[in-house]
């Protein structure tokens, strides 16, 4: 029972610099002000200076956007507009486009999921409380981790057993204005389980289920504030509560295919998807590509359909370097005496070694797709060892498709070249592969610097035949 609850807000909390030491700064203002932590008491802290702590800035001069970006504004700013709403500029667009995971709604808000898994407008990008006017402040990487550090710190130096909720405030569906909600945890379950429990009236409940670290979050926003009140760190005092030494907010994050209220707009998405992915075979962009991105596009790929479900495809990560250097090199000299003897001409032969080089050397990641043969299953007649290895390649192309859907879904361009199917025997050489595996394909992967044309696609009548 939880008869009454005090909110404390911490004063003389200076301006955070990237760098700071939040848990010392929190403790120095506590005995500047005869305040002292208790045992069981929840530290609610504002993101924005965790986030400034960590660094987590940048300035939108320095952003780049790309076609995905330009095409969102062009769309977005005359909604916005109506709306009475401040415009986005391509660059913050792009920002917040770089924070997600995809976009769910891009009409006069832009509504994504963030690659913490929140849905949330803006991908939580703040401008306000940051200093200049171009820079912006992005969400903590990890907020659990962030709320467990802080809390590890100052239950070190004040010897008291105490929580930590770290807090942004966000919008919410069909109703008007921002409350606070959690971003990370340490020590407090994000929910309060019910179910079991008895009404007053003596009748089970069945399904109530309370977001916790919400309530507690939205509370302290009471005192804490959006505009310069200054207090960006709260004591809430006399709330009773289990410590959860495992707690993370992901247990409060509602599973995709359980969200009613987006099922709608995904299968709009992934249609667009579906019809907008084109083969990028122009000038890569030179912002990094996370690793994570390209393997988040692998885990998707694994679960295309395959015969016997053998899963036979192996991903090969070439990264820039020496050995990817080696490897086209390797093929081109190939590709130069195959082509001499199709009887060429020298300039032809030039200007299609050139282009491997482009494509190959120049990309951010290139990825190797094989079959591994070890995997097919073997029979005692040759007609149906070639049929099993016909539905060994059709499934590593359906890897090969749900691959390249992945990386439209997360922002990426990428295109399929057959070219190792003409250097199979140098790849794995080149590479020391195993002998199992059939090289197959390479993607060229980045971020695109131009708009890739809309091929031409023939009509349904051309293709579809009835019997």
Not at 438 to 467: C, E, H, Q, W
Request: charged share 25%; aromatic share 6%; hydrophobic share 40%.
């Amino acid at each position: 029972m939880n008869d009454n609850i005090n909110l404390v807000g911490i004063e003389d909390i200076p301006l955070i610099k990237s760098g700071d030491n939040l848990p010392s700064i929190i403790f120095n203002a506590l005995k500047h002000k005869n305040l002292t932590l208790e045992n069981g008491d929840i530290l609610v802290i504002a993101q924005s200076i965790v986030s400034k702590s960590l660094g987590r800035m940048r300035n939108l001069e320095n952003i780049k956007p790309s076609q995905k970006a330009i095409e969102i504004y062009k769309k977005m700013a005359p909604l916005t507009e109506k709306s009475g709403l401040p415009i986005k500029t391509p660059e913050l667009i792009q920002a917040i486009l770089d924070e997600s995971k995809q976009v769910l709604k891009a009409e006069h808000v832009l509504v994504v999921e963030t690659h913490h898994g929140f849905i949330c407008a803006n991908a939580g990008i703040d401008q306000s409380n940051v200093g200049s006017k171009d820079s912006i402040s992005l969400l903590p990487l990890d907020s659990d981790l962030e709320a467990k550090k802080i809390r590890n710190s100052l239950q070190k130096l004040t010897g008291k057993k105490i929580a930590v909720i770290i807090s942004d405030s966000f919008g919410r569906s069909f109703r008007i204005g921002s409350v606070g909600v959690a971003l990370g945890v340490s020590g407090l379950n994000p929910i309060l389980d019910k179910r079991g429990d008895k009404d007053l009236f003596g009748k089970e409940l069945q399904s109530t289920i309370i977001g916790q670290i919400d309530n507690l979050a939205s509370s302290a926003q009471l005192i804490m504030g959006e505009a310069d009140e200054g207090l960006p760190v709260v004591i809430l005092r006399g709330y009773n509560f289990n410590f959860d030494e495992n707690a993370s907010i992901k247990q409060i994050l509602r599973e995709e295919e359980l969200d009613l209220f987006r099922e709608e707009g995904i299968v709009r998405s992934f249609e667009n998807v579906l019809r907008s992915r084109r083969s990028y075979k122009l000038e890569f962009n030179d912002r990094r590509v996370n690793i994570a991105l390209i393997e988040e596009s692998i885990e998707l790929a694994r679960w295309a359909p395959s015969a016997h479900n053998g899963q036979f495809w192996r991903y090969v990560i070439i990264e820039q370097g020496s050995s990817r250097e080696n490897l086209i090199e390797n093929m081109n000299s190939k590709l130069k005496d195959d082509l001499l003897r199709d009887g060429r001409s020298k300039d032809f032969i030039q200007r299609e070694i050139e282009k491997t080089r482009t494509n190959f050397l120049s990309c951010p990641y290139l990825i190797l797709l094989c079959l591994d043969t070890k995997e097919l299953e073997k029979y005692s007649d040759s007609e149906r060892e070639k049929n099993e290895y016909v539905m060994g390649v059709q499934s590593v192309s359906a890897s090969a498709t749900y691959l390249l859907l992945a990386f439209e879904i997360k922002g990426l361009a990428a295109c399929w070249y057959c070219a190792p199917l003409f250097a199979k025997d140098i790849i794995k050489d080149t590479l020391n592969l195993p002998n199992s595996f059939i090289p197959m394909a390479f993607f060229t992967v980045g971020y695109s610097m131009k708009k890739s044309p809309k091929p031409n696609r023939k009509d349904l009548k051309d293709i579809i035949f009835r019997v």
